[in-house]
C-alpha cells in the first residue's frame, strides 16, 4: 500500500499513451470531430427533422391561396415651396438638397391612411363585402372601439389595403413601384392603378390648395398693408399742414419723388444756385475789369474785337495812307493835307471815344456783378436761417416720410406677387406622372415552391440542430474517451468495443484475434507499463453502476495475464450480484463470503480454473451484511496471504453508487480500474463515483471504455482493432 500514492500519475501518463494521445494534439476552439459525432449520432432524428420539414413545406406551398402582384410605376419630380418669390407654390428642385428625404416623404404620403381612404371610396369598396369576399376576409361581426360596425368594416377594408400595399424606390432613381398583393388579379390591377390615381390627383389638390392658401394670405397682408399706407399717408399730410411744410419735390404723388422735399428748401437750393453763378460772374467781370484797367485802350480784345471799332481803324489807316502819299508831292499846309489831316484826327476821337466807352462797359458790369453777388449774398443767409428753422419742424415729418415709403414699396411687392399667384392659379405643374399603369398579372407570386422548400429545409436544419445541440448539451452520457477525458478528468486506459447482437463476451475472448480479445490486451499492456515495477499487485475493477462491463473486464484481466504466465487470483468481491463462478463455469457454494465469515480457509475457498496460473475466489452465498464483511480486517489480511502466492490479484468488486463496498475495497488495494459503459453512464454519476473513490483515497490507474460503438458515434476510423493476420503489409 505504500506504492499507491506515486503509482497515479504514472498509471495516467502510461494510459494516455496507451491511447497513442503522447504528445497530445491540442483541438482548436471549434471541435470539428466532436460535432461530427454529435451529428452521426443523431443522424436519424434530423433526417426525419428535415423530411417532416419539407412534408410541411410542401403541404403548405400547395395548401395556400395563390397570390397575385400588380405593379404600377410613378415618376416623382422633386419641387421646393415659394410663397413670396417664384413662379410657382410648391418646392423646386434646384433649391431642396435632400432628395432622399423628400422621396421618402412621398412613399410615406402613399402609404397614408387618408389616401387608403381615397381608393376605398374610388374603387367602391365601401358598398358590399365583395372585398371582403375577394381578399378572403371575413367582415367583423361586432364593433370596434368607439366605430360602429359599419366604421369597423371600412378601417378594416383600410387596414388590408395598407397592409397589401409595397411601395418600393430603386437606388438612385425617382420611378416609385406601386404594388398590391391580393387573391384576385384583377383586384390588384385596380387597387394599384387606383392609388397611383389617388396619389396624382391629392398631389395636384394639395399644390391648389396650397396656392389658395397663398392668396388668401396676400390678399390678408394686402388689405393690412393698404390700411397702414393710408394711415401713414394721412399723417404725414395732416402733420405738414400743421407744421406749414410744403412738399415741392417732383413726383410726390407715386411714391418716386425727386428733388427737396419743403419749399424753404427748394428756394434755398434755388438761391445757392443762383450765388454760386452772382459769384463766377462776378469773379470773371473783376478778372475782365483787371485786364481792361492795366492794358493799353486800343491793345484790349474787347476793343479790337468790336466792329464799329475795326471799321473805324481800316478807315484811318486808309486816310493815313493818302495823307502820306500827297505828302510826297504836296506841304503840310496844302489845303488837301490839313483836311486830310483833320478827318484823321476826326476818327482817331471817334475810336478813342469807342474805346472808352468799351472799357467803361467793363467796369459797370464787374460793378454790376458786385453788386448782385452782395444781394444773393445777404438773401442766402437769410434763407439759411430759415431752413434750420424749418428742419427742426421736419424732423417727424421725415419719420413719417420714411414710413410712408416702407409701406408703399411692401404694398407694391405684395400686390405684385399677389398678381402672379392668381395668374398660375389652378395651372400649376404636376411634378407625379405614371410611367406603366398596372395590368393583372398572370403567375402568382406566392405561394413560391423552391422557396418554400428552401425555407423549409432550413427551418428543419435549424430545429433538427437545435435538437442536437440541447440534446448533446442536457445529456451527460459518456460517449467517448474526449468525454471521459472533459467529463471526469481521469484519462482513458482503454477502449472496449461493443459486440454484435449475436456475439458473447466469452466467446469473443476465446478468440485470440477478435476485437475484444485485442481491446485487452491493449488493457493489459497499458497495466504493466503503469509502474516502473510492472503492473499493480493488487487491482480492483468497479464501476459507477451495474452492468457495465467491469465483470467482464476483470475475467479478461484475469485470463490475459495468466496468459502470459503471470500466477492470477481473481476475487470475486461483489457478493451481492456475483457472475465470476458463471464466467468460468465453478461452483458458488464456497466463497468469500464464508472466507471473511471465516467459515472456510483460504485453500478451501481457492478454485483452479481452465486456464492456468489464473485461480478463483468465488462471492460465495450471498451474506446478509456485504459490507460489514469487507470492511472488517478479515479482507485486508485474505489480500497480504494472496499477494504472497500470487503475482497479480485482480478484485471484482461491486459498483460505487449506492453501496460502500468498493470505496473500502479501493481503500486496500494498490490500483483501481474504473470502468464505464459508453452510451451508458452518465457523467454526473461516474463524478460521484470518482469523487468517493477520491475520499477514500483510491489510486485510480485510469478508466475502461466498455461496449463503444465507433460506427454509432462516427468514429469508426478512430477506434479500429482489425488487422489482417498472415499478410503481407508494406513498412509494417
Not at 398583393?181 to 390648395?209: E, G, M, T
Not at 392658401?213 to 396676400?218: P, V
Not at 474785337?305 to 502819299?325: V, W
Not at 476818327?347 to 471815344?353: K, L
Amino acid at each position: 500500500m505504500n506504492n499507491t500514492t506515486p503509482l497515479t500519475p504514472r498509471v495516467q501518463d502510461v494510459s494516455m499513451a496507451s491511447q497513442g494521445e503522447v504528445p497530445h494534439e491540442e483541438s482548436g476552439p471549434i471541435d470539428l470531430r466532436a460535432i461530427w459525432s454529435a451529428v452521426y449520432r443523431n443522424r436519424l432524428k434530423l433526417v426525419v427533422t428535415i423530411v417532416a420539414a419539407l412534408l410541411l413545406g410542401l403541404l403548405v406551398t400547395f395548401l395556400s391561396t395563390p397570390i397575385f402582384r400588380a405593379e404600377a410605376r410613378i415618376q416623382i419630380d422633386q419641387q421646393a415651396a415659394e410663397i413670396l418669390a417664384g413662379n410657382d407654390v410648391e418646392p423646386n428642385s434646384d433649391s431642396v438638397m435632400d432628395g432622399d428625404r423628400f422621396l421618402q416623404t412621398q412613399i410615406d404620403v402613399i402609404k397614408s391612411r387618408t389616401l387608403a381612404r381615397q381608393v376605398a371610396e374610388n374603387l367602391g369598396l365601401y358598398r358590399n363585402n365583395q372585398f371582403f369576399d375577394k381578399m378572403h376576409m371575413k367582415p367583423a361581426t361586432e364593433p370596434r372601439g368607439a366605430y360602429n360596425l359599419q366604421q369597423t368594416h371600412r378601417e378594416q377594408i383600410v387596414d388590408a389595403l395598407q397592409r397589401n400595399l409595397d411601395i418600393e424606390l430603386p437606388v438612385e432613381s425617382r420611378v416609385a413601384i406601386i404594388s398590391f398583393d391580393s387573391p384576385d388579379r384583377q383586384l390588384s390591377a385596380s387597387v394599384a392603378n387606383s392609388f397611383a390615381d389617388s396619389y396624382i390627383v391629392s398631389n395636384i389638390q394639395r399644390k391648389f390648395n396650397t396656392t389658395a392658401y397663398a392668396r388668401q394670405f396676400l390678399e390678408g397682408q394686402l388689405r393690412q398693408t393698404r390700411q397702414r399706407l393710408e394711415e401713414s399717408e394721412r399723417a404725414q399730410i395732416d402733420y405738414a399742414r400743421s407744421a406749414g411744410l410744403i412738399d415741392a419735390s417732383t413726383g410726390a404723388g407715386d411714391g418716386q419723388s425727386t428733388g427737396p422735399r419743403s419749399l424753404t428748401t427748394a428756394n434755398l437750393v434755388q438761391l445757392n444756385q443762383s450765388y454760386a453763378l452772382a459769384s463766377a460772374s462776378r469773379v470773371a467781370a473783376e478778372q475782365r475789369w483787371r485786364e481792361a484797367s492795366g492794358t493799353a485802350l486800343l491793345s484790349q480784345p474787347e476793343v479790337l474785337a468790336n466792329p464799329a471799332i475795326q471799321t473805324l481803324l481800316q478807315e484811318r489807316a486808309k486816310l493815313q495812307g493818302e495823307y502820306a502819299q500827297n505828302a510826297k508831292r504836296y506841304l503840310g499846309d496844302y489845303p488837301g493835307q490839313t483836311q486830310a489831316a483833320a478827318q484823321i484826327e476826326t476818327v482817331t476821337s471817334q475810336i478813342e471815344r469807342l474805346a472808352r466807352g468799351i472799357r467803361d462797359g467793363i467796369r459797370q458790369q464787374y460793378q454790376i456783378a458786385v453788386a448782385q453777388e452782395k444781394a444773393l449774398s445777404s438773401d442766402l443767409e437769410k434763407m439759411k436761417g430759415t431752413t434750420l428753422t424749418e428742419q427742426g419742424r421736419g424732423v417727424k415729418a421725415n419719420i413719417l416720410r420714411r414710413e410712408v415709403d416702407t409701406n408703399r414699396t411692401l404694398y407694391d411687392a405684395l400686390l405684385q406677387r399677389y398678381k402672379g399667384v392668381s395668374a398660375t392659379a389652378g395651372a400649376s405643374s404636376n411634378n407625379v406622372s405614371i410611367i406603366d399603369r398596372a395590368d393583372p398579372p398572370i403567375r402568382p407570386v406566392s405561394p413560391k415552391l423552391f422557396l418554400n422548400l428552401a425555407l423549409a429545409l432550413f427551418a428543419g436544419l435549424l430545429l433538427g440542430v437545435g435538437y442536437v445541440v440541447l440534446r448533446e448539451h442536457f445529456d451527460d452520457a459518456i460517449r467517448s474517451g474526449e468525454d471521459v477525458e472533459s467529463e471526469l478528468g481521469v484519462s482513458m486506459i482503454g477502449v472496449v468495443p461493443i459486440l454484435a447482437t449475436d456475439q458473447t463476451p466469452g466467446g469473443e475472448l476465446q478468440k485470440v484475434r477478435s476485437d475484444m480479445s485485442e481491446a485487452y490486451y491493449a488493457l493489459r499492456a497499458a497495466l504493466e507499463l503503469s509502474t516502473p515495477s510492472g503492473a499493480p499487485h493488487s487491482l480492483m475493477v468497479t464501476s459507477s453502476g451495474a452492468s457495465e462491463g467491469k465483470s467482464t473486464t476483470s475475467y479478461a484481466l484475469a485470463r490475459g495475464f495468466a496468459q502470459i504466465g503471470r500466477r492470477v487470483a481473481l476475487i470475486d468481491a461483489d457478493m451481492r450480484k456475483p457472475a465470476q463462478h458463471r464466467n468460468f463455469g465453478l461452483s458458488n457454494k464456497v466463497g468469500l463470503a464464508n472466507l471473511l465469515a471465516r467459515q472456510a480457509t483460504l485453500h478451501e475457498v481457492l478454485q483452479r480454473t481452465d486456464t492456468p496460473n489464473l485461480s478463483l475466489i468465488a462471492a460465495g452465498p450471498v451474506p446478509i451484511n456485504p459490507a460489514e464483511l469487507i470492511a472488517g480486517a478479515g479482507f485486508a489480511a485474505l489480500l497480504d496471504q494472496i499477494k504472497a502466492e500470487y503475482d497479480i490479484v485482480l478484485v471484482d468488486a461491486p459498483p460505487v453508487l449506492g453501496l460502500a463496498d468498493a470505496p473500502t475495497l479501493a481503500s486496500q488495494v494498490e490500483a483501481t480500474l474504473f470502468v464505464v459503459q459508453a452510451n451508458h453512464a452518465r457523467g454526473r454519476h461516474a463524478r460521484m463515483a470518482l469523487t468517493r473513490l477520491k475520499i477514500a483515497r483510491a489510486a485510480v490507474v485510469g478508466v475502461l471504455l466498455t461496449k463503444f460503438d465507433a460506427k454509432a458515434n462516427g468514429q469508426s476510423g478512430d477506434y479500429n482493432y482489425t488487422y489482417s493476420y498472415g499478410q503481407a503489409d508494406e513498412g509494417g
